[in-house]
């Protein structure tokens, strides 16, 4: 071990900086990538509350609309979702057979719902059900970008429509 040489001080000092400069240059990049993530996540939360408190406003609307119809019960169901959502949607909206006849009989298909009719009631539908009546549920919230960076998300409202067969 004699042909050794120690390390000068000068070689040492020349690479100790090198973590702090990788570290400033990556760390903007890193800041970004998760915040886009954070934005996500945000989004894809606040989607799943948003489903969950329309099911809970289906659920409520089938229940009340057995002895219930109409304007008296959108109303009601709007309500519903507006308090169990905390307010926190920018818009909620309930409509009784899609705003048509609240006594008559439709046959509802596809995605977005598409009403056709009216019917008799026990009529059968192309898709083989039968025509009822309907009671259509939709929310929807604004969500603004965490840094106002990601333009994608900076602002944007997502929307989602529940239908239930009442009868």
Not at 29 to 43: E, N, P, R, V
Not at 102 to 128: E, F, I, Q
């Amino acid at each position: 071990m004699r042909n050794a040489r120690p390390a000068t001080a000068g070689a040492v000092l020349g690479r100790t900086g090198s973590a702090s400069v990788e570290l400033a240059l990556l760390a903007p990049m890193f800041l970004l990538f998760f915040t886009g993530i954070t934005d996500l996540s945000m989004i894809f939360h606040k989607q799943l509350q948003l489903s969950a408190v329309l099911t809970a406003g289906g659920e409520y609307g089938f229940t009340a609309g057995q002895s219930e119809t109409g304007t008296a019960l959108a109303t009601d169901v709007v309500n519903f979702v507006k308090t169990l959502s905390g307010n926190t949607l920018t818009t909620v909206t309930a409509t009784y057979n899609n705003g048509l006849v609240a006594a008559d009989y439709y046959c509802v298909s596809g995605s977005p719902a598409a009403y056709s009719g009216p019917y008799a009631a026990g009529t059968l539908c192309a898709d083989g059900s039968t025509a009822g009546k309907f009671l259509s549920i939709t929310g929807a919230f604004a969500y603004t970008a965490m840094f106002g960076a990601d333009a994608a998300f900076a602002s944007k409202t997502f929307s989602q429509t529940v239908v239930v067969r009442l009868q």
